[in-house]
């Protein structure tokens, strides 16, 4: 991934990186099993430094490297991760949760000898609280149902360990673009967005208010006879 001309190093901390084939939203757990040397190695570091790590959605190459495969390339925004809980059950393999805090955008990437990518980032503000308007409600409880179904599930860390902000565009527009099947351009679109209503209303345009298609079919004129 090509580096910007303009670096600003004041407002740059450098992260590790993970590339895979999803988009991390703030606030999303992130269950792992690593077993690369390279992710071992970076999961030490952070445990040993106390910090956390940089999840980037793949363009192109595998999550897992293979002689001869593609050299991977990511987009330039990701999230930064906290870790809260590691396991090691057995020799090579670690489980790692780890949960979404906060956008960033790559300035620079360099690539360790042993394959672990690393950024110079500079770290987003936390996006403004903007009320859900009334005309988008219905995608509040919506995602309140579908919340306290997935809640139930047994997990060994909490899916959302905050309070649920239903009425924060921010909050619950992440939640959707967590949680929707969509392809993972689609989602990566609705990620790099910087305006949280903006966001929820293209999420809006996604998903059909409840009643909507029966309100559709009451519209329709009577068939002819």
């Known amino acids: 991934m090509p580096d910007r001309d303009t670096l ?23 269950p792992l099993q690593l077993f690369e040397l390279r992710y071992l190695q970076m999961i030490g570091e952070c445990e040993r430094q106390g910090t956390g790590f940089g999840v980037v959605t793949l363009t192109q190459g595998r999550e897992v490297h293979r002689p001869g495969a593609a050299a991977e390339q990511f987009e330039a925004m990701g999230t930064r991760v906290q870790i809260e809980r590691i396991e090691r ?19 620079a990437t360099q690539q360790r000898s042993d394959g672990l990518w690393l950024g110079r980032v500079e770290l987003l503000p936390p996006e403004p609280a903007v009320q859900v308007p ?45 949680l929707l099947p969509l392809p993972l351009q689609m989602k990566y679109r609705l ?14 345009d996604i998903v059909a208010p409840a009643g909507a298609t029966e309100q559709q079919s009451d519209q329709k004129p009577p068939a002819n006879s």
């Open 191 to 204: 990620f790099a967005l910087q305006e949280p209503l903006m966001r929820l209303e293209l999420v809006g």
């Open 134 to 178: 009334e005309d988008l409600q219905h995608l509040s409880a919506q995602m309140h149902k579908a919340l306290t179904q997935l809640s139930e599930q047994p997990s060994v860390v909490p899916p959302w360990n905050e309070a649920w902000r239903l009425q924060d565009c921010s909050w619950l527009s992440n939640r959707w673009g967590e």
């Open 8 to 30: 600003h190093p004041q407002a740059l901390t450098e992260l590790p990186l993970f590339p895979l084939g999803t988009v991390l939203f703030p606030g999303a757990l992130l």
């Open 89 to 107: 059950p057995q020799p090579g393999l670690v489980m790692v949760w780890c949960r979404g805090v906060e956008k960033f955008c790559i300035e």
